[in-house]
């Protein structure tokens, strides 16, 4: 009988089939690097954001491939740090390892995002899009089901072979139990220092590969913009490693250099700017326009610009062609890769638009400048705590009287500082100064000796607190909001202040890390027992706390604004905080008392505020400004600013009005001495001046409306939306 083979001659061999087949199925597929995989696998959603949607295509981001080819779990290295601005895509990179991880060689994989809002977002227009439109991880991630108890949820991707985790650095509950082969630490910068009392959430996250670390090899990627300056996980992260620049090539002469912000230049204050960068070379300071930047892009080259060593030096700023491969081949130093970039590498950015969101930062003042750095710029925000020099600060006082309102202040607030054998107090009034920081002077202070478990002291306070104060016109304007410091005998604070409307017994909260310079001047008040002398009153009193780390700096940057002298036009600066002759050597060394220290401590970045003196004044100062700040005047517009001075029968309030006061020369006496006469003093029974329909902070309008001065009518539109004042 013939064989099959006989009868069928193209039938082909079946052992050879079956074994081939069997030899397919064995065979792992090709281990990628995360760029392999991205450039043959992944695809990018529309529903991201994205604006290039489809295909991923990696000649858009070049710069990105190295960021990639570190993240391969091929390579050697267990960290790899990114310090970038936003818009520069090093998100993407991180989503590309998991990608590749999920289809090519499956791994538990933790995503720690900093809260659970960002959580949110991640998981489902950044992760979740691309799983949907990426069909080599749609078929292997199972689908979200309800009813299976095997089906992947928005916290908890299952894959065969694998898991991912997405959770928040505020919760531990991912940081428990498992272990981790790749770990992607987005926005590090943001996360708390301490979650759930169990310690640092990045150490955790580190401790949960200890198993593949030491077996198959880990990988943990910390992405984020940068934070504060020495209070900044990412900026640590990077100086740490072997702080990798990328390098492009000018456009005229071939030269490699770093895009720095302070080569970019552009013409006038209004677009279009014509943004440009100039070449660094010796000899060409050539216009590098915003069209070569694809070109130059595609030529980039990353180097390790570690500090190195006397024969390990970093790279130039500028290298010649013929030198690059010489740097190219410098050493890690046994450090972990680390990288960093800002906008202006970025394809979906122009040069244009950092010259416009840079214009729109100066107009926000401080604040604003604060978001361009990190956020534009990619570097940590430098919060100067270096107090000025007492004693040159004495050399600037101004002529101004003793309790008496400046031109231009038209808010008051005070504050009391509790100690053993005494009361001291301060009132400062502040006005108009610069977008986010208004303009403040002493006004008023003092001290009231005794003890303060006697209640003669606190009657004493009490006439202070009940104080007014005349302006230019005569009028007299109360103290808005007084405060009391709570850290020595709380108790009897809280007593004193739970009936007094506009008092606040306050708490000042510092801390450790980044979140010290994320709270609020005046935070969420708590209900806190009072339990004096026998008397215990449940819930008695509000205790308000105090972000005092951005309210010192400020304060310094207010009194070197005042060390800096008047403007070329004579006019004192907006913004600063000044002082008259009732202020001594003494107070000013007080009000200067401590300074901003920084360094490490258990490996992270530390900072903390060093006191070499007493600090009384400095803590009622900032206590003053805390206040003034909850009442809404570090948010007012120049237009209600207008509104409060008609409100307040004040005079017109224009630029010169508000800063035209002389400085004082050490052998004048002191002198008050306007411009012109002053108006005759405004009745106070006489009907205020109308003012524009401008909304105030309703704060402020609340403290006007209790104050008991002159009555002052709101415009009806702002009554009716507000109900307190209904």
Not at 13 to 26: H, K, Q, Y
Not at 389 to 417: I, M, N, Q
Request: glycine share 10%.
């Amino acid at each position: 009988m013939a064989s099959l083979s006989d009868r069928f001659p193209a039938l082909g061999d079946a052992r050879a089939v079956v074994l081939s087949s069997f030899a397919r199925g064995i065979t792992p597929p090709p281990r990628l690097t995360v760029t392999q995989w991205a450039e043959t696998e992944r695809y990018v959603s529309a529903e991201s954001g994205s604006p290039y949607p489809g295909k991923w295509n990696g000649d858009r981001v070049p710069y990105l491939r190295e960021v990639q080819d570190v993240l391969s779990l091929s390579h050697p290295c267990t960290e790899v740090a990114s310090m970038k601005s936003a818009q520069v895509a090093f998100s993407e990179a991180g989503l590309n390892l998991v990608g590749s991880v999920i289809h090519g060689e499956p791994s538990p994989i933790l995503i720690l995002l900093p809260s659970l809002g960002e959580m949110d977002k991640y998981a489902k227009l950044k992760l979740g899009t691309t799983i949907d439109v990426t069909p080599a991880l749609r078929e292997r991630v199972r689908p979200q089901r309800s009813r299976d108890a095997d089906s992947s949820t928005q916290g908890m991707l299952r894959f065969a072979g694998g898991f991912a985790v997405i959770g928040h650095a505020s919760s531990s509950q991912p940081l428990q139990m498992m272990s981790y082969r790749v770990v992607v630490l987005e926005e590090v910068s943001e996360y708390p220092w301490d979650v759930d009392g169990r310690g640092d959430p990045v150490d955790l996250a580190y401790a949960r590969t200890k198993a593949w670390r030491e077996t198959r090899g880990a990988k943990i990627f910390y992405c984020s913009t940068p934070g504060v300056e020495g209070a900044c996980r990412i900026t640590a992260k990077f100086e740490a490693s072997d702080q990798r620049r990328y390098y492009v090539p000018c456009p005229h002469c071939g030269a490699y250099q770093v895009l720095r912000w302070e080569t970019l230049r552009w013409d006038g204050d209004a677009p279009p700017f014509s943004a440009h960068f100039v070449c660094m070379s010796v000899g060409c300071g050539g216009v590098i326009e915003h069209h070569h930047k694809t070109e130059m892009l595609a030529r980039g080259i990353w180097l390790k610009c570690h500090p190195g060593s006397e024969d390990d030096l970093p790279p130039p700023q500028v290298i010649e062609p013929e030198e690059l491969a010489r740097w190219r081949a410098r050493g890690s130093a046994g450090r972990q890769p680390g990288f960093a970039i800002w906008q202006a590498y970025s394809p979906f950015n122009s040069w244009d638009g950092i010259v416009k969101e840079f214009q729109e930062a100066k107009r926000k003042g401080p604040a604003g400048l604060k978001v361009f750095t990190q956020q534009t710029l990619g570097e940590p925000w430098r919060e100067k705590g270096d107090a000025p020099e007492a004693e040159k600060l004495l050399e600037r006082r101004l002529s101004y009287p003793h309790r008496r309102l400046p031109p231009g202040a038209l808010v008051v607030t005070g504050f009391c500082d509790v100690q053993a054998d005494r009361l001291q107090w301060g009132v400062y009034a502040c006005g108009h100064g610069l977008p986010g920081v208004p303009t403040f002077w002493r006004i008023d202070g003092g001290t009231i000796p005794g003890d303060p478990e006697e209640d003669e002291v606190w009657k004493r306070l009490e006439a202070i607190q009940a104080r007014r104060y005349p302006d230019a016109r005569g009028a007299t304007w109360p103290i808005e909001a007084f405060g009391v410091d709570t850290g020595y005998l709380s108790h009897r604070v809280y007593l004193w202040a739970r009936r007094r409307p506009g008092v606040f017994a306050c708490d000042g909260r510092g801390g450790d890390g980044t979140q010290a310079w994320l709270l609020p001047p005046l935070g969420t008040p708590k209900k806190v027992d009072i339990d004096w002398r026998g008397q215990r009153v449940k819930g008695g009193c509000l205790l308000w706390p105090i972000g005092t780390w951005p309210l010192k700096s400020q304060h310094y940057a207010a009194l070197r604004r005042m060390l800096r002298g008047p403007g070329p036009d004579g006019v004192i600066r907006p913004g600063g905080l000044y002082v008259n002759e009732d202020a001594d050597l003494g107070l000013l060394k007080q009000m200067t008392a401590e300074t901003l220290r920084k360094g490490t401590r258990n490996g992270r970045p530390h900072q903390w505020w060093e006191q070499h003196g007493a600090n009384e004044e400095l803590d009622i100062a900032v206590g003053c400004r805390a206040l003034a700040y909850y009442l809404g005047c570090d948010t007012m517009t120049a237009d209600q600013w207008q509104a409060l001075a008609a409100h307040r029968a004040a005079a017109p309030v224009t630029n010169r009005d508000l800063f035209d006061l002389p400085l004082v020369a050490a052998a004048e006496p002191p002198v008050f001495a306007p411009a012109a006469p002053l108006p005759p003093a405004v009745s106070v029974t006489e009907e205020a001046p109308r003012a524009p329909s401008v909304v105030l902070p309703a704060p402020l309008r609340r403290a006007m409306k209790g104050a008991g001065g002159p009555r002052i009518t709101l415009p009806k539109a702002t009554d009716a939306d507000d109900p307190y004042l209904s």
